[in-house]
């Protein structure tokens, strides 16, 4: 399945090319929970949820305290900007 283009904002992605697009990125979707996926790094792991307006992501455990890290990153960034600030990690 080809994608829009990696410049095109979030929002102007249908819901199945997100889905391949986090499919990609190594997430996996959550059964129970079908807005929330997982991935797991070597150095770090969160949780990617998609939320109305934003998608929300919860670095587990990633803060010098132990703490999560959330950030929230609104839908009319491009795929790209938003995969270099979420997949590079916390």
């Known amino acids: 399945m080809a994608l829009p283009s990696a410049d ?8 199945p090319d997100i889905e391949t697009w986090l499919r990609r ?3 996996e979707q959550d059964a129970e929970a079908p807005h929330r996926w997982h991935v797991s790094r070597p ?3 969160a949780d990617v949820i998609l939320d109305i ?9 990633a803060g010098s ?13 491009s795929r790209q900007d938003l995969e270099e600030a979420i997949f590079s990690g916390p």
């Open 8 to 15: 095109t904002p979030l929002y102007n992605h249908p819901l």
């Open 25 to 27: 990125q190594g997430c």
């Open 43 to 45: 150095l770090w792991e």
């Open 53 to 61: 307006d934003s998608l929300v992501v919860r670095y587990i455990n």
């Open 65 to 77: 305290d132990g703490k999560d890290i959330q950030r929230a990153f609104k839908y009319s960034l």
